[in-house]
């Protein structure tokens, strides 16, 4: 088994399609179609199912992908530390990213890490806090900004940034505007605005009304700030913010509920053995 026979397994198995795969990998198909009957044939196993129509992976093929990512990884970490050792940070950062990022400067942050290590590969993907969790634990990404709520899974460790409570975000002269601090059971009846799950945000409010003992209307499920801001600001329902989301939106009412969902934004990374010298440049930097 050889490493590049890994990476065509996972660049097709990302891609399921041999010719875009050949292609992310500027290799011929045919070469391609070898190294994974190679790699096949050294395992013992097909990876793949083939067909005229599609290409999907078996059960052998699912089960490789995280550890082949890892694999990789670590070979990429060794790389880097070794040219780390000589004074040059190198290789690739995959960066993961919220939505809500109020809660910290993203684009200075990649500046100055790009201003002190010009020869790292700087990748950003941006998407729910669970799926950036995921990405860390599979190997996908090598850290991320994330909302938290609850445990995270093996092999992911979290660096807390900031913690606070989130605000219910209501149109100007809303009747909990004036009663303040509004009790958890009385937000219960409004129709929700929320955002969709996976959203660090949207697990925080679950959890929050799940050990409350009650229930929600989420009349409107949203994955974009400026939508849920607009359909608060017409009335058409309520819902809990990040607090830097509060101070970014001076357009709706931010009331203060008892008890309020949690708010942590984290960076969640690998163990720290497991970190490429890229990775530990960056969360030297954060601090």
């Given at each position: 088994m050889?490493?590049?026979?890994?990476?065509h397994?996972v660049?097709?198995?990302?891609?399921l399609?041999?010719?875009?795969?050949a292609?992310?990998?500027h290799?011929?198909?045919?070469a391609l179609?070898?190294?994974?009957?190679a790699l096949?044939?050294?395992l013992?196993a097909?990876?793949?199912?083939?067909?005229?129509?599609?290409?999907?992976l078996?059960?052998a093929?699912?089960?490789?992908?995280?550890?082949?990512?890892?694999?990789?990884?670590?070979?990429a970490?060794?790389?880097?530390?070794?040219?780390?050792?000589r004074?040059?940070?190198?290789?690739?950062l995959?960066?993961?990213?919220?939505?809500?990022?109020?809660?910290?400067d993203?684009?200075?942050?990649?500046?100055?890490?790009?201003?002190?290590?010009p020869?790292?590969q700087?990748?950003?993907?941006?998407?729910p806090?669970t799926?950036?969790?995921?990405g860390?634990?599979t190997?996908?990404?090598?850290?991320?900004?994330?909302?938290?709520?609850?445990?995270?899974?093996a092999g992911?460790?979290?660096?807390?940034l900031?913690v606070?409570t989130?605000p219910?975000?209501c149109?100007?002269?809303?009747?909990?505007a004036?009663?303040?601090?509004?009790?958890?059971a009385d937000?219960?009846?409004?129709p929700f605005v929320d955002?969709?799950?996976?959203?660090?945000?949207?697990?925080?409010?679950?959890?929050?009304f799940?050990?409350?003992?009650?229930?929600?209307?989420t009349a409107?499920?949203?994955?974009?700030?400026?939508?849920?801001?607009d359909?608060?600001?017409?009335?058409?329902?309520?819902?809990?913010v990040?607090p830097?989301?509060?101070?970014?939106?001076?357009r709706?009412?931010?009331?203060?509920?008892?008890?309020?969902?949690t708010?942590?934004?984290?960076v969640?990374?690998?163990?720290?053995?497991?970190l490429?010298?890229a990775?530990?440049a960056?969360?030297?930097l954060i601090?």
């Open positions: 050889e490493l590049r026979q890994l990476e397994f660049v097709l198995a990302d891609e399609h041999f010719t875009r795969a292609g992310r990998l290799i011929v198909q045919s179609s070898a190294s994974i009957r096949e044939s050294d013992g097909p990876l793949f199912h083939r067909s005229t129509k599609q290409v999907r078996t059960e093929g699912r089960a490789l992908v995280p550890e082949a990512r890892r694999t990789l990884r670590a070979a970490v060794a790389r880097e530390t070794v040219a780390a050792v004074g040059v940070v190198t290789g690739r995959v960066v993961g990213f919220m939505q809500a990022s109020h809660s910290y993203l684009p200075d942050l990649l500046r100055r890490f790009h201003t002190a290590h020869r790292v700087l990748r950003l993907r941006q998407a806090s799926e950036l969790v995921e860390v634990r190997a996908q990404l090598d850290l991320a900004f994330v909302g938290l709520s609850g445990r995270v899974p992911v460790s979290v660096r807390t900031s606070g989130m219910l975000a149109p100007l002269g809303h009747r909990f004036v009663a303040a601090p509004v009790p958890l937000v219960a009846g409004e955002f969709v799950p996976g959203w660090g945000a949207r697990t925080s409010t679950d959890e929050l799940r050990a409350a003992g009650l229930q929600r209307l409107f499920e949203v994955n974009d700030i400026p939508l849920f801001t359909l608060v600001e017409q009335g058409l329902g309520v819902g809990f990040p830097g989301m509060a101070a970014a939106a001076a709706l009412e931010y009331v203060a509920v008892d008890p309020a969902p708010w942590r934004v984290a969640a990374h690998p163990p720290r053995e497991q490429s010298a990775a530990r960056m969360l030297d601090g």
